[in-house]
């Protein structure tokens, strides 16, 4: 159903195993069991974990063992203790955002396996913000190739996921801010964050999610992580951002911000709320499909470039009815070609491009620059009606069983008259309901696009 | 007692598909086939070191990251399940070994006395990392010979390759002191790839053979460098040239063990012996010996 809270947390176990040794530590301690206090008051079904400890290469992990027991030693931390941990893990939704985040074009498995090793950033966080387990919890890995784009359609996709499953969810994200711990031994009394410099960025964003400006935090992600060593490229917070719903719409409270080992910890919450805080600024460009072009290893026709491409040309309904057509020309957002309910059959809005090479017949209405070109509306409208009725068939219905149709122009006066013959020579007989409309653009340079409501043959599933 | 040795080097690359493949009783994921080339290279390299009857392996993996020091297994007997958070559809692996743990204490002994930072890992519930236990297991699936495990600390690295490689080098130096001080015929693993770009999916079938390849002929170029080095014994120049590789092959010996491993072996320069070559998932993966009692015997 929705975020009813988001929340930023630090990773590392000191707080948890070893807060008597610092002030720092017992700080960050006292301010987790206050955030533990106030989760219990909200009446959350699920406590949704992104954790920059669980790395991994493989695309995205879920983690889906319903009880997972084990005790936990950190390979670094070790002389601080045990932690033994038993979860109460959410394994439907983990299938759920597993199947959302494959639907966003991800590649993304569940793991639920016993021993698997549960990082020690979701392990400090589950035991002290729900350590009775009260909430079921979800955990999705962090993969240490993906950029902010990928991120950022795992985030979506987590927030697809919510969606669908009707539940009040916390949003947790486990990472450090600036991340330059010290190599040396300290004395946990006198831990303070590594550089003077690392201190104050991290101060400067927590200015910033104060104000409840989450989305401005995520468009200067890059900036922060660069300057200040941000863990992992400070992505936990493009996920944050995307599942919460990329606004700066919250109230945001800093429960508290101190070192561990050099790195900068802090604990933020951010609750949803009406009011916007200050102007919002897009810099970065917006993704809501992954294309499978995470070229971090710069070779090109990869096992991986062929593994993303069956996922985008699945006939396979991934959504309830949702309909990909292999042979028609790729959505060009995070939509199928079309969608049956019932006895009807919606189609995506359909434009001429050519399957597979993307050109467009009749040839395209500007260049890059923006340049208007000449271009033949007769064939670009032919094209169309062509890729309708690939999508028709591949959902096992027809261009005979179109019921209504609205036509998008872009040149009314110039097009009207060559798109309305083409028209009518096939879908004359037919008699489908029509509209027409003028438009400024379309999303690809064309002139012309198809929406269509269709009967739904009975005999196909 | 008399002087120890280090009486064989080895790299000794730990990719879990090479387990999976073998369907060792100890894990539990089964598989058809797979990697043999590199498989029956570990056989090969593994007849020749126990023929040797080394009384400890020390391995130096780059799967226990630390940042604070480099940590030595400080437990008398390690026993777990090691399940790989990468691929744990093909390693979940039941382990039990004992530590040699007057070797190990004299090794942290001669790191201090060195001035490397250095800690002991006295958490008896520390579950060992993957990287130590799938090249422990490929060269000797008995088990029955003690272990010594240090962890890669890359902090070092953080700098640049040529400083992080300064660091491998101490390491290793104050690893063959401890070794001659503890008398022991010691074996030295260490457990990385060669060039190690990777593809970032996984086919349907992990060990369906007509996928895996090289990721890219610069790879392969790479490494063919530094096994023709290896195998020419010219050390001294692999040493100098393992930052390029680092940088250009994106190589995991960038966690130090290769470096370490030439040090400790006092930069060999006579020829090691390639057992296999072979990719997985795109890494470049070499079993390679290093014999100085035998280059000595030759000489
Ligand atoms: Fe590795």
Redesign the pocket.
Known sequence: MSIVRGYIVPGRPHPLLAPEKSPAWQSLRNAYDEVGREIAQLDADLMLIYSTQWISIIGHQMQADPKPVWTLVDSEWHELGEMPYEFNIDAPFAQAYCKAAQARGLHARTVAYHGFPIDTGSVVALKLLNPDNRIPSGIVSCNMYADRGETLVLGKAAADAVRDSNKRVIAVAVTALSNRMFTQEIDPKEDHISSEKDDEWNRKILEILEHGRLEDVSQHARDFAAQANGDQRMKAIWWLAALMGQNNRYEGRVFDYQPIWGTGAAIVGLTPAERASGDLEFDEEDVEVYTGDRNVLSGAGTVADEGSEVETSSTEPSIDGAIHAEKAPRPVGAFPHARRVGDLLFLSGMGPRTPGTDEIPGGPVRDENGKPLDYDVEAQTRAVIANLRTVLESAGSSLNDVLDITCFLIDMKRDFPKFNAVYAETFGPIGATRTTIEVESLPTPIAVEFKVIAAARQNVS | MSTGTIISGVLA???PHLVYAENAPQNEPKAECGWETLRWGYERCRKNVLAKKPDVFIVHS??WKTVVGHHVLGIPRCDGLSVDPIFPNLFRYKYGFDVDLELAECLYDGLKAAGILTKMMRNPGFRVDY?TIASCHLINPEWNIPIVGISSNASHYYFSNEVGDEEMIALGEATRNAVEKSGRRACLLA???LS?RHFTVESAIPEDMSQEHIYHHGQYLWDMRVLGLMREGKCAQLMAEMPDFVEQANS?TKEGCLTWLMSALGVPDYPAEVHGYGSVIGTGNAVVEWDPENAKATA
């Open positions: 690359p730990h990719p780059p799967h990287g457990s990385c790839s190690h995991e």
